[in-house]
């Protein structure tokens, strides 16, 4: 009995570290939240120029979509090639390790290669494209290790049929693996958009702009971001927690959503493979 | 069979992290030449960041980010092996994908948010229980950083924890083990390495967190006195990149300077991350770890 009672109380304290976590979770949000009552819901939708948050919440999403046209197709072939293609051996274990590397570049330095690579050396300047081309290099990692779990999820025998049925091997992978793997796919491209959404770092000097006149007209053109603006404005303006308080209200309901909704999906269909049934 | 063209298309993809990666360290790198053969090794030894004077030594620069990672380490440890342990072993099947799923929910609030919250409560309450002028402080980093690293210890070792046989464990209760004694002897020393592991990543991810930690940090470039005063300001390398990066003509020493502590960064985290591969490799969690890597949040 006694050593039973010990037990619960180890448990018991290794439920502690587990309670602050939630706890930090639920103090963010909530500490947010708090300032729902400073969010008059008509300016989503007014122009900067007029105190407003639409250019910064479009210039958000047009980052975001940019990348994830990017970075999807790319990832989706790395891990097609990492899956189905890729022989054991030295260069595969060298692939595979570079792509924990770049997960692992901090993006500031993300942030500085784009400034002198993008926007320097192949001349996009500060602007839409330079970004989305950072925002890939910082998604990627999490678009191909997302595909790649749900493609190893596709029994082989599908694609083999196809295989003994005479179809190439491109042919068979993309009809039977690709596509039973699609939702996996497209949610880890979520998850992607969910993790860069609210990234400063990486393009403070690469994209952004602090104001512009309406929406970017081209991707050359330079972009106005949540993430970016609340930082400058707090860092640089020195303007206090209740004038930006709507950006960060903002800022975290879209990537918190997201993350949820790519979370969401993926449970989902971990638990609901069609011919795991 | 013969190999298709698209097979092409497919490796080259797949070979583009390799090729960024070459493309960072040589890029961020022929920037950072003119301040690093200027200084030589006093960029990293030198002890004034100056840029009024034009001097650029690294070493108050390192010491903040080491200062502010070591105290965030020492938080996040605790708090994330703990997490992983009771979430993977002891909580309940049907609220562990909830608390997991919570957790990962924390990684994904983007840094300048932490340091938005950090800079309202977290600076104020540091200030107010230790008497200071200011709460922006390395404390206040490293609590802040802790919060913000616990997602990816939880991640990797709760991953390589649930990767322990069942058979293992199922053995231990058969031989009348108890729970605790089960998880102590069978489950903890078979995960040990991908632990290790899980602790280093979150290493590398602290190291290069950088809007967080330059809201609530203080950015001061001298090294505190006495060296171990975890209340005073620091000014960690990502905090300064950030910062000057803005005001920094191109092609300057200065925009130089901070190209070179961009490479020490680059180097470092390359070589925290490369090690805790190396430290699982062969290891049960192995292709867990390697899988949760690309996943975790990037500070």
């Known amino acids: 009995m006694g050593r039973k009672n010990g037990e619960t109380l180890i448990f018991v304290s290794l439920g502690v570290p587990t309670a602050i976590c939630l706890a930090a979770f639920a103090w963010i949000a909530g500490s947010l939240f708090t300032g729902i009552g400073t969010l008059n819901p008509a300016l989503l939708t007014t122009s900067v120029l007029q105190g407003g948050y639409f250019e910064m919440i479009m210039g958000t999403i047009y980052l975001l979509l940019g990348a994830a046209a990017i970075a999807g197709p790319i990832g989706l072939f790395a891990s097609i090639y990492l899956v189905e293609y890729a022989r054991p051996g030295k260069i595969t274990a060298i692939i595979d390790q570079s792509i924990n590397n770049l997960a692992g570049v901090p993006s500031i330095v ?43 999820m596709v029994p082989g025998a599908f694609k083999e049929a196809a295989l003994a049925l005479g179809a190439t091997k491109w042919k068979a992978v993309s009809s039977t693996s690709v596509s039973g793997a699609a939702p996996g796919i497209v949610t880890s491209v979520i998850l992607g958009m969910a993790r860069v959404a609210g990234e400063t770092a990486a393009i403070i000097a690469v994209s952004c702009v602090l104001i512009t006149r309406g929406l970017p007209k081209s991707p050359l053109e330079p972009v106005m971001a949540l993430s970016y603006n609340l930082f400058v404005r707090i860092i640089a303006l020195g303007e206090s927690a209740q004038e930006v308080f709507g950006i960060a209200l903002i800022l975290f309901a879209i990537v918190t959503s997201f993350a949820i909704f790519g979370i969401v999906l993926r449970t989902y269909y971990r638990r609901k493979q069609p011919w795991l049934r | 069979m ?275 591969d190396v430290v699982v490799k062969g290891k049960v969690g192995r292709r867990e770890v390697s899988a949760w890597v690309g996943k975790m949040a990037r500070r």
């Open chain 1, 110 to 152: 993300i942030g500085l290669f784009g400034y002198t690579f993008f926007s320097k050396q192949l001349g996009l300047g500060v602007s839409l494209a330079a970004g989305w081309l950072t925002l890939t290099l910082m998604m990627l990692p999490i678009v191909i290790r997302g595909s790649e779990e749900s493609l190893r």
């Open chain 2, 2 to 276: 013969k190999d298709e063209p698209i097979t092409l298309l497919l490796f080259i993809c797949a070979s583009f992290s390799i090729i960024i990666l070459f493309l960072m360290l040589v890029f961020v790198a022929r920037e950072g030449t003119l301040a690093l053969s200027q200084f030589g090794p006093n960029f990293l030894i030198g002890q004034t960041w100056d840029t009024n004077a034009n001097l650029y030594g690294a070493l108050p620069l390192i010491y903040g980010s080491i200062m502010v990672v070591a105290g965030a380490l020492a938080f996040a440890i605790p708090l994330g092996v703990g997490t992983a342990i009771f979430v993977s072993e002891v909580l309940p099947f049907s609220v562990r994908d909830i608390v997991k799923s919570i957790i990962e929910l924390l990684a994904s609030v983007p840094s300048v948010i932490y340091g938005f919250i950090g800079m309202i409560m977290l600076v104020p309450a540091v200030a107010y229980l230790f008497g200071l002028n200011s709460g922006a402080t390395a404390l206040t980093a490293s609590i802040l950083l802790s919060i913000m690293s616990v997602p990816t210890i939880v991640g990797v070792s709760g991953e390589v924890i649930s990767a322990v046989p069942k058979e293992y464990k199922e053995a231990a209760l058969g031989l009348g083990a108890t729970k605790w004694q089960t998880i102590k002897h069978v489950v903890l020393p078979i995960s040990k390495s991908g632990i290790l592991a899980s602790v280093m990543l979150g290493l590398g991810r602290a190291i290069g967190e950088t809007i967080a930690v330059l809201m609530v940090v203080g950015n001061v470039a001298r090294i505190p006195t006495p060296f171990w005063n975890l209340l005073a300001p620091v000014y960690p390398i990502t905090s300064v990149i950030a910062i000057q990066m803005a005001e920094a003509a191109v092609g300057s020493l200065e925009y130089s300077a901070l190209f070179g502590l961009g490479l020490v960064l680059f180097i470092i985290t390359f070589l925290v991350n490369t090690l805790a």
